[in-house]
C-alpha cells in the first residue's frame, strides 16, 4: 500500500528533475540559427506552403515549434520542419504565392514584392507563434517513452 505509492512517487520525482523546457516567442531575428536536418525535404505541396504563409498574413492562430537548444547556440528544429521551410523560403523570396484556396490577389507574389506594411504585418504576426524549448538533458527520457519527433535527434 504506502510503500509502493512511496516507490512510485519516488520514480516519478526522479524522472522528472531531468525533464526542462520553456515557452518562449518566436523571433524571426535568428531564424538563422535554426538547423532542419540536412536531409529535410518538405512534403508539403506549393499550394500548402501558400496556404499556410497566407493565413500568417492574416493572423490566424499556428501551431507552436518544438526546438532544442544545444550549447546555448545552435536550435534544433524537432516539430514544425514543414512549416519552418515554408516560412524561412518564403522570407528568402523562394517561394511564391500561389494556391487556389483564399487570397488569390496576392497569388504571384514573393515576399520582397509585398507592400511594406504587408511584410512587417507577417513579421509580426510571425511572433505570436510559441516555442518550446527543451534542454538536452530531456532528449533521452522523451527518446525512452518513444516519442517520435525525438526519435532522430543523433547528437546524443
Not at 37 to 52: G, I, L, M, R, V
Not at 69 to 92: C, E, H, M, P
Request: glycine letters at 2%; hydrophobic letters at 40%.
Amino acid at each position: 500500500g504506502i510503500l509502493k505509492m512511496n516507490n512510485l512517487e519516488e520514480v516519478v520525482y526522479k524522472l522528472k528533475k531531468d525533464v526542462f523546457y520553456s515557452t518562449k516567442q518566436f523571433y524571426v531575428t535568428n531564424i538563422s540559427s535554426y538547423v532542419l536536418d540536412k536531409n529535410f525535404k518538405t512534403t508539403w505541396s506549393a499550394e500548402k506552403q501558400s496556404a499556410y504563409l497566407k493565413s500568417i498574413l492574416i493572423g490566424l492562430p499556428t501551431s507552436k515549434f518544438e526546438i532544442l537548444v544545444k550549447d546555448n547556440s545552435t536550435i534544433y528544429l524537432l516539430s514544425g520542419k514543414n512549416r519552418f521551410f515554408a516560412i524561412k523560403q518564403f522570407l528568402d523570396n523562394k517561394i511564391i504565392l500561389n494556391d487556389d484556396v483564399y487570397l488569390t490577389e496576392l497569388n504571384n507574389i514573393l515576399y520582397s514584392q509585398l507592400p511594406n506594411s504587408l511584410k512587417r504585418e507577417f513579421l509580426l504576426n510571425l511572433e505570436n507563434i510559441q516555442l518550446t524549448s527543451f534542454s538536452s538533458k530531456t532528449v533521452p527520457i522523451l527518446k525512452k517513452i518513444g516519442n517520435k519527433k525525438f526519435s532522430k535527434v543523433s547528437f546524443y
